[in-house]
DNA sequence: TTAAGGATCTCCT
DNA sequence: GGAGATCCTTAAA
């Protein structure tokens, strides 16, 4: 899975919905390892009906809320019950850019268009039923790309996991303007 | 059935 | 740089 996440930098995510497609290629990723990962939500070894995707085997979406209101959208990458996940925080549109604009409103910076997990998963229509959606369908699939320099650094949002939240699973393209912003500035 | 918390984003200063 | 939004999931009684 770690080897797995710095390939996803380059590829490009699409993804078909009644009201259009939208595509763009992945500029951001942080990799999760449960059950010893403090901060995936397999931690501890825990299967629930929320995370039941992060058990199947790779290459099935996982897609959860957080804070009532923001989607995040993950490829699954472990074998059948190891639950591993790439969450994919930021991508440079291709396609769809009017539908893209359309479902996140007026926006004051060109950039937050997809510039973060909650973010892209509203540009791309990515909801609940997407939740175990293997990434080969006509819905949702990966295109290979030009392979990109993958820089490490901390992963976001996970303070509290001590130790865990310091492993360099973080991978982005440094310079591209649709990587997050991290609070704390990207080591490397 | 109830209570508590969360892998974030946005606006305002 | 800081605080509020908002609903789903989980654990416990």
């Given amino acids: 899975m770690l080897t797995v996440a710095p390939e996803c930098l380059g590829k490009v995510l699409v993804v078909q919905r009644p009201d259009g497609v939208a595509a763009g290629r992945i500029v951001e990723v942080e990799a999760y390892r449960g059950p010893e990962d403090r901060a995936a939500h397999s931690f501890g070894g825990r299967h629930t009906a929320r995370n039941h995707s992060l058990w199947c085997a790779g290459g099935v979406a996982y897609v959860f809320l957080v804070y009532g209101l ?3 959208l993950n490829l699954v990458t472990g ?3 190891e639950p591993q996940a790439v969450l994919i925080r930021g ?30 998963a509203r ?5 609940r039923d997407l939740d175990g959606a293997a990434f080969t369908s006509e ?8 392979r990109l320099p993958a820089k490490r650094s901390a992963r976001i949002g996970v303070d509290d996991a001590g130790a865990w939240a310091r492993r360099p699973w973080r991978y982005f393209v440094a310079g591209s303007p649709w990587v997050s912003r991290a609070r704390t500035s990207a080591a490397g």
Avoid: N
């Fill in 70 to 72: 923001h989607w995040h």
């Fill in 139 to 146: 819905t949702l699939f990966l295109l290979d790309g030009p």
């Fill in 91 to 120: 991508v440079e549109p291709l396609l769809g850019l009017e539908l893209m604009r359309q479902r996140r409103g007026p926006l004051r910076d060109e950039h937050a268009l997809t510039s973060g997990p909650g973010k892209l």
């Fill in 79 to 81: 074998l059948e019950g």
């Fill in 123 to 127: 540009a791309f229509g990515v909801a």
